[in-house]
Structures are given as structure tokens and as C-alpha cells.
């Protein structure tokens, strides 16, 4: 069957098997930042954002992503993506790094409705999201960093 | 992985969804997927999606007391939507918030929550002590029932080959009413080992309507009618909060699983059920 979302802002047309999973798709078109780890939706290493919104792209069938907007991070490209990628550095929360786009996703999108979260408001962005290496302490400190980086601009405060 | 999938389907109305459900025995209707997309099932051979079929709007009708959600609306958007948050001291979007993960309560739906729930479903019990009535289509009427009644009956039967449109829920008017959600899992997003919701409306001093419901019994949420004609009547103390605890424990129909044994799930409810009413007692309390 044909299917037609925006993927990283390019709407495309694709053959996809009816139960063909968005997880699978995406990494057949190369979108490799959307990585295979436990497939059952706990773990959020293949979170995506659909219509920008944060999702398990395990859980859903590229069928239902006809005539919606995905973006995986190989299309966060903004200053909001730059800056979370360059917190995460500075902070030293990527170790393994397996988890790291499925992190970011999710904070982009906290970031994006909400540009001064809260420490447990971040926590709850980050509960879809599983890291064995760091306690996640370090990617707290670094989506914090960003909201204040890019909160403090938009006031003139940075 | 749905292995003999054939056909996934975008029907533009509710008689069209029926009708590719009609044609095919061995197709299902999805929504949002979650369930669907995890399954390995070898049944299904068709999908019908019926998240086109605009019945997602939520609305909060102050004149008549009235919330309606419509099934295909995200868990996550009733949870983040202002009017919801204002329903009962924000019982119903705090509640809701307890489901899964935020991507989970993102992809996932109310309806999709309702028409094939799982025993330790938090939806069924939420909404089973709220004045909750489900409104579904089935071969080209619709029809409404009393959420709570309908999940004591053969549900599966009833829904089954229906779409749910949505739910309708009375808000309390003019009493001193609370409700709270209690849930034990093993982790923050993990499904609940045990669930209970409690909702009761005070006037003068006592007790004029109450209810609770218990779910992941393990089974399905069920309501403890007998503890609920109990209170009526009574004024909302700790003994008597106490009493109903452990008559609830007693009364409720308990099992055991590989998660907790029946004899931790009845000690669980005598808490969980003490500390809701207590909550609760808190709240009206602070509202009168």
C-alpha cells in the first residue's frame, strides 16, 4: 500500500506493507538515529516526533503516519535541537549514546510547549526514556541548561 | 508484528467502518495502535482506522454539567486540556496522567482504552466513579450505556463489531464533591498491579453518594456497590473511613497473580482505599 507523510520536512510517498511497523520504515530510509531496542514501547531509543509530538515509533504502523508530519533527529536542525545536542555534550550525558536521540526527542519536545520545565517536569518528559549508563542526573542538568540558555535569550538575559 | 495483515483501511465514516468490519470477521478497528502494533497475533488479516472519522473533540458544556470526549482523542491531550483539569480538583487529568509514559499517552486513545481494555486497564475504573456514559455505533445506531454497567455485563459482546464515538460525563453539580485515584505498579509507567478510584459528594455532614471502583483485581475494574450503599448516610470520619477500608478489602472480588497474591492485593486495598478516603475527607473539608 502507498503511504504519504512530511518526513524531516519532505513530504514522500512510500510502499509499505500493511503492517509494516514506522520504526522499520524509518531506518529503511536511513533515518539510523531511530534505533532498535526493545519493541515494546518501554525504552523510547526509537522515539520520534509525530505531528510533534513525542511517540514510540515502535508502537505505531507507518500506516498510520499518512498525511502526518514526522521528524526523526536526522531533521532537528533549529537552534532549540543545536543547543539541547550541545548540553548533552557539555554536561557528559552521553556515554553509550544509544539512548541519546530518543532523549533528545523528548526534550525537544518538552522544550518546544514548554520553555522553563520544571526538574520533575523534565523527569516526566524524560519517563518514556531508558538510560542504563548515566542515572540520567546529567541529561536532567542539560535539558535544564538548555531551557535556561534558550529562555534566557528570548528575554535578552543570556 | 501482525504476520497475516493484508489490508489497512481509512474509512470516512462511521457506516463505511462498519461496513469493512461487516465483510471481513477477521478485522479490527484501531486507533491510536499501541496494542495492536505490539501484538503477534495471527488473526487480524485486516486494519480499519478509524482515527478520521472526527471523533475527537472534547467539550465541557458548563450549562448542562456535561463532558464529552470523543474515542479517538489522545489520552495525553484530555489530560492537558484546561477544562478537564478543572473537573473535580483535577481527579480526571491527574488520573488519566498515571497511564503509561508520555509517548504512550500520546499515541494512545480513550476509546482505544475502552473498547478492548486490559484487566489493569486505569481508564475503566477512573471513569466507572464518574457519572460516565459510553455512546457507541452498532450496525447504524447508537447507542448509550452506563460505562460502569457496561463493563459488569458481557462488554466484549456488546462492542464487539460497535465503534465507540466517545464518552459523556455528569459533572456533580452543587455538592461538595472529591475523587481520587490510588495505583500500585512496579515502576512509574509499568501497567498497575492494582488500581482503585474513589469518588464521594458530602452534604451537610454526611455522605450522599458514593463511589469506588477497584481495578486489576487482577481482573477487570469493578465497583464495590456494597460498600458504596454503605457509606450513604455516614459522616466522613477516620473510624469510618477505616471500617470501609477493610470492608472493601473484604468485599471486593480479589485474586492472585505472578504480580501479587491475592491476600498483598487485599492488603494493598485496605490501604489504598483508607488513604483515598482520607484524601478525599481532606478535600471537601477544605472546600466547605
Known amino acids: 500500500m502507498k503511504v504519504e507523510f512530511e518526513l524531516n520536512g519532505e513530504v514522500k510517498e512510500f510502499d509499505v506493507d500493511s503492517g509494516e511497523i514506522l520504526l522499520d520504515l524509518l531506518r529503511d530510509e536511513g533515518c539510523k538515529s531511530v534505533k532498535r531496542g526493545c519493541e515494546t514501547g518501554d525504552c523510547g531509543a526509537c522515539m520520534v516526533l509525530v505531528d510533534g509530538r513525542a511517540m514510540t515509533s515502535c508502537t505505531l504502523f507507518a500506516a498510520q503516519a499518512d498525511g502526518k508530519e514526522v521528524r526523526t533527529v536526522e531533521g532537528l536542525e533549529d537552534e532549540l535541537a543545536e543547543q539541547l545536542k550541545e548540553s548533552l555534550l557539555e554536561a557528559g550525558a552521553v556515554q553509550c549514546g544509544f539512548c541519546i536521540p530518543g532523549v533528545l526527542i523528548s526534550a525537544y519536545s518538552l522544550l518546544s510547549r514548554n520553555e522553563e520545565p520544571t526538574k520533575g517536569e523534565i523527569k516526566a518528559a524524560l519517563d518514556g526514556n531508558l538510560c542504563r549508563c548515566t542515572g540520567y542526573v546529567k541529561q536532567i542538568e542539560a535539558i535544564k541548561e538548555t531551557a535556561d540558555s534558550i529562555g534566557g535569550s528570548s528575554n535578552g538575559q543570556k | ?288
Open chain 2, 1 to 288: 508484528m501482525l504476520k497475516n495483515l493484508k489490508e489497512y483501511h481509512y474509512p470516512g465514516s462511521l457506516d463505511e467502518a462498519l461496513s469493512l468490519s461487516d465483510r471481513e470477521s477477521r478485522s479490527f478497528f484501531i486507533a491510536g495502535g499501541t496494542a495492536l502494533a505490539l501484538s503477534d497475533s495471527s488473526r487480524p488479516v485486516e486494519l480499519i482506522d478509524v482515527s478520521r472519522l472526527g471523533l475527537d473533540e472534547l467539550e465541557l458544556d458548563k450549562e448542562n454539567g456535561k463532558l464529552t470526549i470523543g474515542a479517538t482523542t489522545k489520552i495525553q491531550k484530555v489530560v492537558e486540556n484546561k477544562s478537564v483539569q478543572s473537573v473535580l480538583g483535577g481527579f480526571l487529568s491527574e488520573s488519566l496522567e498515571e497511564i503509561g509514559s508520555y509517548p504512550v499517552r500520546n499515541a494512545g486513545t480513550l476509546g482505544g482504552s475502552l473498547v478492548r481494555p486490559f484487566p489493569w486497564s486505569d481508564v475503566v475504573p477512573i471513569l466507572s466513579v464518574l457519572e460516565t456514559e459510553i455512546t457507541y455505533y452498532h450496525k447504524g445506531d447508537e447507542k448509550t450505556r452506563e460505562l460502569s454497567k457496561l463493563y459488569e455485563s458481557d462488554f466484549r459482546g456488546t462492542l464487539n463489531r460497535s465503534i465507540i464515538e466517545g464518552v459523556s460525563i455528569s459533572l456533580p453539580e452543587g455538592l461538595n464533591t472529591a475523587a481520587k485515584f490510588k495505583k500500585f505498579s512496579r515502576s512509574e509507567f509499568d501497567v498497575a498491579a492494582l488500581n482503585l478510584a474513589c469518588k464521594l459528594s458530602v452534604e451537610g455532614n454526611n455522605i450522599s453518594e458514593a463511589r469506588l471502583s477497584i481495578g486489576a483485581r487482577p481482573m477487570i475494574g469493578e465497583r464495590v456497590t456494597d460498600l458504596e450503599d454503605n457509606l450513604v448516610g455516614e459522616k466522613l470520619t477516620e473510624k469510618v473511613a477505616e471500617d470501609a477500608a477493610v470492608f472493601a478489602a473484604d468485599a471486593a472480588d480479589l485474586g492472585g497473580d505472578n504480580k501479587l497474591s491475592k491476600e498483598y492485593r487485599k492488603q494493598l486495598v485496605k490501604k489504598m482505599a483508607e488513604e483515598a478516603l482520607m484524601d478525599i475527607k481532606k478535600e471537601v473539608a477544605n472546600e466547605s
